[in-house]
Nanobody, 123 residues
């Protein structure tokens, strides 16, 4: 009943910036945790950044100081601001959200993945 739509990926030169967006829509829900993952060719998917309730963020060592995860509560959207991009940042980036579906019947915890968006850093 909830869909995650990613956008913002593309081709950028080293040192450039991109902002990825992940918008959640559908039934009534409440997001309590979110994260960004990436997977490069031949490598396993790895956690890039995550956040709980708009705070308590965590970053992979490889992106600390360059990437920032944030959330717009009013728009049910999570962002990943990526600055000072490097060729090794090239990967497919995936949004992941833990949320609670809310209804008069009660609530249900669910996890959703975005469809992935390609980020390519190359000169």
């Amino acid at each position: 009943q909830v869909q995650l739509v990613e956008s913002g990926g593309g081709l950028v030169q080293p040192g450039g910036s991109l902002r990825l967006s992940c918008a959640a829509s559908g039934s009534a829900f409440s997001i309590y945790a979110m994260g960004w993952y990436r997977q490069a060719p031949g490598k396993q998917r790895e956690l890039v950044a995550d956040m709980i309730s708009g705070g308590s963020s965590n970053y992979a060592d490889s992106v600390k100081g360059r990437f920032t995860i944030s959330r717009d509560n009013a728009k049910n959207t999570v962002y990943l601001q990526m600055n000072s991009l490097k060729p090794e940042d090239t990967a497919v980036y995936y949004c992941n959200v833990d949320l609670v579906l809310v209804g008069s019947w009660g609530s249900l915890k669910r996890n959703y993945w975005g469809q992935g968006t390609q980020v390519t850093v190359s000169s």
